[in-house]
């Protein structure tokens, strides 16, 4: 049975949160003088509301929520870090990730000077069979699954994933920065089954607003009212509220946007595939690809020198590089570039 006392810190649980004046008053009032602001008006002289109430009511209509269910951070970053600070002991629970994956899990785990456990991905890049690992499943802690995974690009299979979650005891969570690229549906459907389900999602990707630092989680009300207990107080500034209000509500520019964005994908891949030095494309629901070059990392640095910057993977996974996909002229570039480094490696290697 899930127990939120039972996976939450103990100073967490134990711990009263910091009271803000906007937490203690929120009614209708004429006279601010609560908080200590200046009181000449501008734009930005009062603090912002620390729940985000009117983003957490349209994000709830678009995803079938409620505003308990729905957690907004600095970035998923924040999302990742505050799960990691609740809902893990340092030294005690472990953080369970299938690289290759998302470095950010890693590197807030270490943050936060708790273990690391790697259960690498299987063929295919999928989540390998439960019973083959399920001996290093500890109860407690975290899991982290990305899908669509970054930076493989494939989503994981929804049973194994249902499967963990069934078996694990502590917290699943599933980063969903990718879900807009994919023919997946979301694991949100999953939550009311699934009471240690966390979903992440972002502004960041599809949206269009990766600077704004924008990040949700979707969770259980216990799961979210702890991250909102040890959240910083005005975690959202106002800019980035006001102007993620008016994405929301011009959403059908970014579907279509998402639309053009998977068109490119899919020709991308299709002259990527006729390149001679590429070895392998791999199948992609996100709005990047995994690419295998026979010589990865010259192809990095003779892009570079000609001004176009990709991701070099090859260190994590041998001789790939991941390309996200820009517009149909940044495509065409890329593809005329890589087109004539081709020609030249032909030239030194064949
Ligand atoms: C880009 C990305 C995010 C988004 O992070 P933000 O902090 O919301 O910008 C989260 N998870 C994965 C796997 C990503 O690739």
């Known amino acids: ?16 949160p910091y009271s803000s004046a906007r937490d203690e008053f929120k009614g209708i009032a004429n006279t601010w003088l609560d908080a200590n602001e200046n009181p000449y008006k501008n734009q930005f002289n009062r603090y912002p509301d620390p729940l985000q109430i009117e983003i957490k009511n349209e994000i709830g209509k678009l995803k079938g929520l409620k505003k308990e269910q729905i957690f907004i951070g600095n970035g998923s970053d924040e999302a990742i870090d505050l799960l990691l600070r609740a809902f893990c002991e340092p030294q005690i629970n472990k953080v369970y990730i299938y690289p290759p994956t998302y470095g950010m899990y890693e590197v807030s785990a270490a943050i936060n000077n708790i273990e690391v456990v790697e259960i690498p991905l299987a063929e295919g890049f999928d989540l390998p069979a439960l ?12 899991v982290f699954i990305c899908s669509p995974n970054n930076p493989t690009g494939n989503t994981l299979n929804q049973s194994k994933i249902k499967e963990l979650m069934n078996a694990f005891e502590g917290i699943v969570v599933i980063d969903e920065a990718y879900i807009d690229f994919s023919f997946e549906d979301s694991a949100i459907k999953l939550l009311n089954e699934f009471p240690n389900l966390v979903v992440l999602q972002t502004f960041s990707k599809a949206w269009g607003m990766a600077g704004l630092r924008l990040g949700m989680a979707f969770a259980n009300k ?8 040890i959240k910083a107080p005005y975690n ?12 929301i509500k011009s959403e059908d520019i970014v579907l279509s946007q998402i639309e053009s964005i998977k068109k490119e ?4 891949m299709t002259k990527l595939s006729k390149l001679n030095f590429v070895l392998d494309v791999y199948p992609s629901e996100s709005n990047f690809i995994l690419v295998r070059f026979e010589n990865a ?3 990095f640095q003779k892009l570079l020198a000609r001004g176009i910057v990709i991701r070099n993977k090859s260190s994590q996974i041998k001789g790939c590089l991941r390309i996200s996909i820009g517009t149909e002229k940044e495509n065409t570039n890329l593809i005329n570039e ?3 480094i081709n020609n030249e490696e032909s030239i030194i290697y064949r």
């Open 1 to 16: 049975m899930f127990d939120i006392n039972k996976i939450t810190r103990k100073n967490v649980l134990k711990m009263e």
């Open 131 to 142: 019973e083959t690992y399920s001996a290093k499943l500890e109860a407690g802690g975290l």
């Open 222 to 229: 216990d799961i979210i009212s702890i991250m909102n207990k």
């Open 236 to 247: 959202i500034n106002s800019f980035s509220q006001a102007e993620v209000l008016k994405s």
């Open 265 to 268: 994908r899919n020709s991308l």
């Open 297 to 299: 990392n010259e192809v």
């Open 338 to 340: 890589l087109k004539k």
